[in-house]
């Protein structure tokens, strides 16, 4: 069974950092476009960044550039989100997720919301 696990959510102060991990089981990562999202509080879920492994193809939200990062280690079969210098704003519960059916076209303005696998959500609060 695919299985996505996600940990390193927590509570954090302005201005520091934080790696979110996804570790997959069921399949491999290096095979499949991911990406990482968020919903915060009363808001709808976003795309945050995604990466298609086909041909390199990314995205990042306009809110997180220059300060997230999206990464994928094929020996832990694990993809990463790199957080640095973050607000109160990007307080949210961040979720991990596999196109498994080639649905999604990752392009310089979206991730697409098509995912058909998820992982079960990490909570990230940013207050002083």
């Known amino acids: 069974q695919v299985r996505l696990v996600e940990s390193g959510g927590g509570l954090v102060q302005p201005g520091e950092s934080l790696t979110l991990s996804c570790v997959a089981s069921g399949l491999t990562l290096d095979h499949y476009t991911i990406g990482w999202f968020r919903q915060a509080p009363g808001k709808e879920r976003e795309g945050v960044s995604c990466?298609?492994?086909?041909?390199?193809?990314?995205y990042s939200a306009d809110s997180v550039k220059g300060r997230f990062a999206i990464s994928r280690d094929s020996a832990k079969n694990a993809v990463y989100l790199q957080m640095n210098s973050l607000k109160p704003e990007d307080t949210g519960v961040y979720y991990c997720?596999?196109?498994?059916?080639?649905?999604?076209?990752?392009?310089?303005?979206?991730?697409?919301?098509?995912?058909?696998?998820w992982g079960q959500g990490t909570q990230v609060t940013v207050s002083s």
């Open positions: 997720a596999v196109d498994l059916y080639n649905l999604v076209v990752v392009t310089s303005t979206t991730c697409g919301d098509r995912f058909a696998s």
């Open positions: 990466f298609d492994s086909s041909d390199g193809r990314a």
